[in-house]
């Protein structure tokens, strides 16, 4: 009877052991998805150092792909009575506005017509 309780016992302790690629998969779960992950490796083939954080200027422009967003509580909508293209605006991003001053000027071949029909009936 006690053979078989060493056996049980042995077997329930070997079942609650933890394999290393267990141990591995949940480390790479951890990792933050909106972060980067540099190895080891990588830290010394690209011959990074760690140091104080320091201001630094960078003569290099970088290129990026993006947009500008405005918190909810600063946006304003403007719309028109019709359609047309933006042709110019004397605004730029961040700019304050003041009542009754010009936002954009546009253009669409329907205004054309009616100011022809305007004068036509002003005649």
Do not use: R
Request: aromatic share 8%; net charge neutral; proline share 3%.
């Amino acid at each position: 009877m006690k053979h078989i309780y060493i056996i049980l016992i042995s077997l329930a302790l070997i079942a609650c052991e933890e394999s290393e690629n267990q141990s591995k998969t949940t480390t790479k779960e951890q990792l933050p998805s909106n972060g980067i992950v540099v190895t080891k490796a990588q830290f010394n083939t690209e011959k990074m150092q760690l140091g104080m954080l320091t201001e630094q200027w960078f003569n290099t422009k970088v290129k990026a792909t993006g947009f500008i967003d405005v918190p909810p509580q600063n946006k304003s909508s403007v719309s028109t009575f019709m359609g047309g293209y933006i042709v110019k605006t004397p605004l730029l991003i961040g700019d304050k506005v003041k009542k009754g001053q010009l936002l954009i000027s546009l253009e669409n071949t329907d205004f054309v017509e009616i100011q022809q029909q305007y004068l036509e009936v002003a005649e």
